[in-house]
């Protein structure tokens, strides 16, 4: 059974920076591609970035281009999410998840990861 467990988020100011993480126990996630969405209170949760199992592709939403960057370590199963100039409108539950398609697909509405992580509470302050 693989579980994803997210971690560090917290409270930071408009501006700042935190490093979220993703690991992954159970077995390997080689082949699988990572990512992360949110969710906002009365909102849907929304794609912010993916990379492929081999880290060779990465996507991004367009409201996080250029101010957050996907990673990920696969000897160590770790996926990351590096989140710099920090908005209020990022203030959101972070998930991150697993699948075997690639992060272009993820768009369908049919579309579910393998798996969810448990979600990191992230609150930007203005």
């Known amino acids: 059974q693989v579980q994803l467990v997210d971690s560090g988020g917290g409270l930071v100011q408009a501006g700042g920076s935190l490093r979220l993480s993703c690991a992954a126990s159970?077995?390997?996630?080689?082949?699988?591609?990572m990512g992360w969405f949110r969710q906002a209170p009365g909102k849907e949760r929304e794609f912010v970035a993916g990379?492929?199992?081999?880290?060779?592709?990465?996507y991004y939403a367009d409201s996080v281009k250029g101010r957050f960057t996907i990673s990920r370590d696969n000897a160590k199963t770790t996926g990351y999410l590096q989140m710099n100039s920090l908005k209020p409108e990022d203030t959101a539950v972070y998930y991150c998840a697993a699948s075997l398609l690639d992060p272009p697909l993820w768009r369908q509405r049919t579309w579910q990861p393998a798996y969810w992580g448990q979600g990191t509470q992230v609150t930007v302050s203005s």
């Open positions: 159970g077995r390997t996630l080689k082949n699988y591609a």
């Open positions: 990379v492929t199992g081999n880290g060779g592709s990465l």
